[in-house]
């Protein structure tokens, strides 16, 4: 597949000059770029549902119970 993007020049000598910098062509660069944001999105999410999660019951372990739930005391 293949993606166009329109770029100013000066976007595109920056971005050009990252991806040389990190050993990659401009096609990894974006791809990483764009892999990463996605994971940051997704564990944000996770984040706000556990905090939700834990503000509607808020249960807490201590370390010698959580150790000792998984047979490591």
Do not use: N, W
């Not at 791809?31 to 249960?59: F, H, S």
């Not at 372990?61 to 150790?67: A, P, S």
Request: hydrophobic share 40%; charged share 35%.
């Amino acid at each position: 597949m293949t993606v166009s993007i329109r770029l100013r020049p000066q976007e595109e000598a920056v971005f050009k000059a990252y991806a040389k910098a990190h050993g990659v062509s401009l096609s990894e660069a974006f791809r990483r770029a764009l892999t990463d944001k996605l994971e940051d999105e997704y564990d944000l999410k996770l984040c706000e549902e556990r905090m939700a999660a834990y503000k509607a019951a808020p249960t807490t372990f201590t370390q010698e119970e959580v150790e000792s739930e998984f047979g490591l005391r």
